[in-house]
DNA sequence: TCACGCGAGATCATACATTGTTTGGCGGAA
DNA sequence: TTCCGCCAAACAATGTATGATCTCGCGTGA
């Protein structure tokens, strides 16, 4: 009943651009972002637009749209290649949320109803419920957690950098486990945000979202540096 | 002989992407950000063409990048409009701006070395001689005093963001003048910062830029608040 | 090593088909 | 008469198809 797909903030354009249900643009992201498609490979239109049953022009504005979103480099005369979620790009991401989320959090302290509350209580409860049994219902409630928080900000654009930036994180962090200490740190950071939140304490829930932010991000980076070394050996 | 052109920091987007496209995406772009192009105003891609002296494709393509942007908004099956550049977007970019600038400005003031110091020293020396004299060349000095702190570091895409955020800003505020307050402001911040970082006062530095653009994404609502008023009578 | 030529593929132009949106007029109802 | 809903034509977005031209990378031969 309660499906907490995750879903992006209202307001957010939802890139669905073309008719189709799933245009050109989500296929390569999606391939993009869930590593089908390896960094740096090659991303030629011809190719593209057979695979996916298109012609030529709907490929070549795809890429477009995603090199605006950063997904994909674009070199005059030598065609796109897929760029590479490495851990700068994720180490980037994941510190602009360090300083972006605290302020985004900031102002829902200070205008969350009881509703929120609940609905943040509630969420809560399927996570620990989950306890990361399900690691991808995880990641969904997760999102939905902070959905919550930011969904109504004034500052759209915030919201949406938020929002693209979660899902690359989430895409990324897909791959790999939590460990144990990371669960604790989670639960325990959820419960002490909404406990902030009820006790109206902005600054205390700033800071507690910019560890938690800070957590999750060094998580991702040292599961990405081990499963490197592994590979390597 | 010292141009001061402001550009982007290294290795951030060119947008060169195509020979011929390059030219009719910043067009276009240019002419929302001027205001040549009004809010909503209508996007017909044949007739674009026409005007930039190309085929469709390419303006197809230029939309789709600018859509990735954020200047323009399109809806399936109906075109694309100019994204209005009012006063909610400006607030909502020079407020991400008080929360990144900060933390550039931090890194910065660990890693200038004399050289930088002097670069600083110089622009500022010519702001201070220009005197707002000329506000095209204020602009570009300013860009380029704040490029020097943030050219080098680490975080491409926090980088990235605030050039593009800038290029929007100093597009809108091409459009008013300074008031002497603000003018005042500005030269005793810059000159703070300056000092800041001579004394490796990282904190001191970071605070002061957020004033800095604080204070100016303030003035710039201002004015177009101002505007808008003067406008309606 | 270095110049040259070739081929893959990007970029652009053009023409056309299809589909969804807009608009202006027409006829009937109030 | 005026208002309203309906419809068709104009309009334009979207997608397809094809060909021309240009750039870049690579292999070959001097």
């Known amino acids: 009943m309660n ?3 995750a879903r992006p903030p209202a307001g957010i354009d939802p ?3 073309s008719s189709e249900g799933a245009s050109v643009y989500e296929l390569i992201r999606e391939d993009i972002i869930e590593g089908r498609l390896k960094a740096n490979e090659r991303l030629v239109v011809a190719d593209l637009a057979e695979r996916h049953g298109t012609s030529t022009n709907p490929v070549r504005e795809a890429l477009q749209l995603l090199r605006g979103e950063g997904f994909v480099i674009i070199s005059p005369n ?3 290649r897929v760029r590479p979620i ?3 790009f ?3 991401i994941y510190e602009i949320g360090v300083l972006i989320e605290p302020a985004l959090t900031r102002w829902f302290v200070n205008m969350a109803t009881n509703e929120d509350i609940e609905e943040l209580e509630r969420i809560q409860a399927l996570i620990e419920e989950n306890n990361f049994a399900d690691p991808l219902k995880h990641s969904e409630l997760d999102t939905a957690f902070h959905t919550v928080m930011y969904q109504r900000h004034y500052n759209r654009h915030a919201a949406e950098l938020w929002w693209k930036h979660r899902e690359v994180l989430r895409a990324v ?3 790999f486990n939590f460990t144990l200490a990371r669960r604790i740190t989670v639960m325990r950071e959820h419960r002490q945000l909404i406990e902030h939140v009820k006790a109206q304490e902005a600054d205390k829930a700033a800071e507690t979202v910019a560890r938690h932010v800070e957590g999750s991000g ?3 980076l040292e599961q990405m540096r081990a499963h490197k ?5």
């Open 3 to 5: 499906d907490f797909k």
């Open 15 to 17: 890139i669905s651009a």
């Open 78 to 80: 030598r065609g796109a």
């Open 86 to 88: 490495d851990q700068d």
């Open 90 to 92: 994720v180490r980037d």
């Open 173 to 175: 962090s897909r791959r």
């Open 218 to 220: 060094r998580h991702i």
């Open 229 to 233: 070394a592994a590979e390597a050996s």
